[in-house]
């Protein structure tokens, strides 16, 4: 083929990712990555020509993807809250369904405190740093002082890496959830997590797109999922303040017992289970006033 237009490089590669049980959405992704193009322009401009040589690459990471590469890990980066976050295989890459555990822990936040006090939040088992990033940067009515831990130091150089480039002033802790914390004396108003909660028994129905190229460490809590979330109740009263606000994003169905296990371990708290776009139980909040 020697010239290829927009329109018949995402034919093919639709075609070809469906044919071997991929996203065909990823060719988009893909060509909008190399092309530098917006969503609507790639849209807009389906007759133009790929250079030989963008269309080559193009071909390479498909085939790539398909062999089993995230497409994230072949690009780079992924966008997170409008943002765009590197990533590689020290780092889960992150979900659309954590930037809900943000949006509704901005709106929880704007309820619980007065605007214009500094407060101590943190991130425990930051991985890429999306959420303390993030976080850190969209709370404009509440200055944080922001923190972020991770037992893996490889992911931390990462975290550090997107806090630098998206300009995130965040503190860096390397250790096993709180414990960097408590040894630090800090007590916090605002706690954000995303732990590892998918149950070893559930290994052999994830995607080899996952399980061959994101760190187990940071994908599985124990045998039925609950590990991290039953070692952090023995160490959230050590580091919370009286009034706080504890989110965790939980997996599907486990709403309910991550939320039993806070209202055991604050039972003056209010404690609830926050559905997601889909209708899903995917966040925890715990309101101390």
């Known amino acids: 083929m020697t010239s290829v237009t927009l329109f018949e490089a995402l034919k093919w590669a639709s075609s070809f ?10 060719g988009e992704i893909y060509l909008r990555h190399l092309m530098g193009l917006s969503r609507s322009q790639l849209l807009a401009e389906q007759r ?18 398909v062999g089993g590469v995230p497409i994230q890990h072949i690009i780079g980066s992924e966008e997170f809250y ?8 020290h780092v889960l890459i992150p979900r659309p369904e954590t930037e809900e555990l943000i949006y509704y822990g901005l709106e929880k936040m704007k309820d619980l405190f007065e605007p214009g006090i500094l407060l101590q939040a943190a991130d425990v088992g930051t991985g890429s740093g999306a959420i303390a ?54 007590k916090l108003d605002i706690l954000l997590s995303n732990p590892p909660y998918i ?9 080899d797109v996952v399980i061959d190229h994101e760190p187990e460490l940071a994908l599985f809590g124990g045998e039925d999922g ?21 989110g965790f994003e939980v997996g599907v169905g486990q709403g309910g017992t991550v939320a039993e296990l806070l209202r055991r371990t604050f039972p003056d708290a209010e404690t609830e289970v926050v559905h997601d776009i889909n209708g899903k139980d995917r966040m925890v909040f715990c309101v101390r006033k």
């Open 226 to 246: 609950y590990d991290l979330y039953k070692r952090f109740m023995d160490e959230l009263p050590h580091v919370m303040k009286e009034k706080c606000l504890i």
């Open 82 to 89: 409008g943002r765009p976050f590197v990533v590689n295989e």
């Open 133 to 186: 990033v993030t976080l850190k940067l969209e709370s404009e009515r509440i200055p944080l002082q922001m923190m972020a831990v991770d037992i893996s130091s490889e992911a931390l150089a990462v975290a550090a890496k997107n806090s630098s480039k998206l300009d995130a002033n965040v503190r860096f802790f390397e250790g096993d959830l709180l414990q960097p914390l408590i040894d630090d004396g800090v």
């Open 17 to 26: 990712l469906v044919e071997n049980g991929r996203d065909e959405n990823v």
């Open 199 to 207: 149950p070893l028994t559930d290994r052999e129905t994830l995607s």
């Open 48 to 65: 133009r020509s790929v250079p030989r040589e963008k269309w080559d690459e193009f071909q390479n990471g498909i085939r790539e993807h």
